[in-house]
């Protein structure tokens, strides 16, 4: 294995609309799950590094499925907290990005 990364930052839930579609023309979104720490561990996890990402997360549904998404790329997760209840949140379609009003979900 290679050497020991580890990334300390925010994971942010992106909702982008399927396809070349816009905001009013979709009934559904794609989740992405993503951050630019979280994007450099993934990327060392996928040349072979040990990769760990901290951050805190809350500990619904939604923090655990951003800890399933790092998980799934081979991202350790031991040293992510749990707590609070928000995850920030943006929005992609059809090319555009928009920022949540509130920032967080």
């Known amino acids: ?6 990334t ?3 994971i942010m839930l992106r ?5 070349n579609t816009r905001f009013v023309q979709s ?3 794609d989740v992405v799950y993503g951050g630019g720490e979280a994007n ?17 997360l809350p500990k619904h549904e939604i923090g ?5 998404a790092l998980r799934k790329y081979g991202v350790k997760t ?10 920030g949140i943006y929005y992609l379609g059809n090319r555009r990005f928009y920022a ?4 967080y979900l």
């Open 78 to 87: 031991d040293f992510i907290a749990r707590g609070g209840d928000r995850v």
């Open 100 to 103: 949540s009003q509130q920032g």
């Open 1 to 6: 294995m290679g050497k020991k990364v580890v």
């Open 40 to 56: 450099v561990a993934v990327s060392c996890a996928n040349y072979g590094h040990e990769a760990y990402f901290v951050t805190k």
């Open 8 to 10: 300390l930052g925010e």
């Open 27 to 29: 009934d559904s979104f």
């Open 64 to 68: 655990q499925s951003a800890v399933n």
């Open 15 to 19: 909702l982008s609309t399927p396809g």
